[in-house]
């Protein structure tokens, strides 16, 4: 068993040459978060086509994550002579050393503490897939140019599902809007709640400034438009109201993760931590 780098001893190589592994761990640290989110549903979807969909999301996502985890290892096995697994990354990192976005670790309801007992919203689940989605879409899209030749055939098969997550996201968002007036009051109120949280995906940031500059990564912010069209037209089409915009700004993608984060690992990282070295 490898034990991946710390952030720490990369933030002490110089950000040209860590840059392109931090920002591939970060990706793989997204999918793999909002992954185990959604395979929370499993059998316990609203209709049994929903539990299976999001099942297969979930499938999707965490696919898309041990594709970048094994480019990440091969990196870091450049970078240090230590090269490591998907499963190193995955359950043998502490919380602070996971870069995700704080969004994707959120819990299926609203603005509750992380030891608060509620029903799984899923206008939540829907307008996190559809925020995250949206913005995935295009990035996949401008990452399939990227100079790692790795990197971009992983984004050519994500980009593909990613669209079918947006397609399925944004249908259910149009559907639960234009609704009944309690499903519409639900997906406002889950909108109003997780639309802030995409500030930090489009916050300055050395790592991704450096990876874009290396044609390696491209900048979340370089899509933003895009992103923000897609999102007005979809909320507008759902007859939703637009939050207005907020100063909020959290910091997964630094290692600060909410209260919720370390409730998700447990159970993430609980059977191989239980039994270090098994294989199944």
């Known amino acids: 068993m490898s034990y991946p780098t710390s952030p720490t001893l990369l933030s002490q190589l110089p950000l040209a040459r860590s840059a392109a592994l931090q920002y591939v761990l970060r990706l793989a640290d997204n999918a793999l978060v909002l992954g185990q989110r959604n395979a929370e549903w499993c059998g316990h979807g609203p209709v049994l086509e929903e539990d299976i969909a999001l099942a297969n999301i979930s499938l999707d996502l965490i696919g898309q994550a041990r594709l970048l985890y094994g480019r990440a290892g091969a990196l870091e096995g450049e970078l240090t002579g230590r090269a490591c697994q998907e499963d190193d990354y995955a359950y043998w990192r502490a919380e602070r050393e996971f870069r995700n976005w704080t969004l994707l670790e959120l819990p299926h309801r609203g603005p509750l503490a992380g030891t608060a007992s509620a029903d799984r919203d899923y206008a939540v689940t829907i307008v996190r897939n559809f925020l995250y989605s949206a913005l995935m879409a295009e990035l996949w899209s ?93 909320v507008e089409a759902a007859t939703l109201t637009m939050p207005p915009a907020s100063g909020f700004l959290t910091s997964g993608k630094h290692g600060v993760h909410s209260e919720h984060m370390s409730y998700l690992l447990a159970e993430l990282q609980g059977l191989a931590r239980a039994h270090p070295g098994a294989q199944w």
């Open 142 to 234: 401008r990452l399939e140019a990227s100079a790692d030749a790795e990197l971009s055939a992983i984004a050519a098969k994500s980009v593909k599902e990613t669209r079918y997550h947006l397609h399925h996201a944004a249908g259910w968002l149009v559907r639960l809007g234009d609704g009944t007036e309690a499903s519409h009051a639900r997906v406002q109120r889950a909108l109003d709640h997780l639309l802030p949280y995409m500030n930090e995906c489009f916050s300055p940031d050395p790592v991704e400034d450096t990876a874009a500059a290396q044609g390696v990564g491209v900048r979340a912010a370089d899509c933003r438009a895009a992103w923000e069209a897609t999102v007005r037209d979809t």
